[in-house]
T-cell receptor, first 113, second 113 residues
């Protein structure tokens, strides 16, 4: 596709449920990033993939959060036992290499009720 | 740790007014500095960047100069248009951890005709 695609665009889930958020990066981009943006705040780094491996997961808030990128392209962010505080917009970005411009998707708005 | 502070919004200006959005940063290394913009209903986009002291980034009539002595990267535009209405994020990436971008909280700008 022409840009970074994230699905779904909106997700409402009940507290305690499991959710998966998907990111399709720009074709050929080896670097992929997940960020979380809470209301009124700037995006906060969660995790960075170089190829298939998570090169830096220091931003994941706790062990309920996990992300994979098994074939070095599509990535899935997984959240277990969701809490109301997980409600935010989850942004994905990709770049050709780690030192080149990152392009952002429009995000998935997650609401935990 | 590294951080970014920017002026609080919302900022409301009349068309053709002069714009300044202040941004200061704290970093232990030698960061690259960015301004990102988020137009209504769209994803984050890189507006401009500067990679070393005294560099000036510019794009679409916007400018920002990397001032190491004042640790600042203020965004300016001489004459704003209604189409500039958006949220602007100042951000940095430190060479020691260039995989992650640290964002400020964002400044909402509304330009009225």
């Amino acid at each position: 596709g022409a840009g970074v695609s994230q699905t779904p665009s909106n997700k409402v889930t009940e507290k305690g449920k499991y959710v998966e958020l998907r990111c399709d990066p720009i074709s050929g981009h080896t670097a992929l990033y997940w960020y979380r943006q809470s209301l009124g705040q700037g995006p906060e780094f969660l995790i960075y993939f170089q190829g298939t491996g998570a090169a830096d997961d220091s931003g994941l808030p706790n062990d309920r959060f996990f992300a994979v990128r098994p074939e070095g392209s599509v990535s899935t962010l997984k959240i277990q036992r969701t809490e109301r505080g997980d409600s935010a917009v989850y942004l994905c970005a990709s770049s050709l290499r780690v030192d080149t411009e990152a392009f952002f998707g429009q995000g998935t708005r997650l609401t935990v009720v | 740790g590294d951080s970014v502070t920017q002026m609080e919004g919302p900022v409301t200006l009349s068309e053709e007014a002069f714009l300044t959005i202040n941004c200061t940063y704290t970093a232990t290394g030698y960061p690259s500095l960015f301004w990102y913009v988020q137009y209504p209903g769209e994803g984050l986009q890189l507006l401009l960047k500067a990679t070393k002291a005294d560099d000036k980034g510019s794009n679409k009539g916007f400018e920002a100069t990397y001032r190491k002595e004042t640790t600042s990267f203020h965004l300016e535009k001489g004459s704003v248009q209604v189409s500039d209405s958006a949220v602007y994020f100042c951000a940095l990436s430190d060479w020691t951890s260039y995989d992650k971008v640290i964002f400020g909280p964002g400044t909402s700008l509304s330009v009225i005709p």
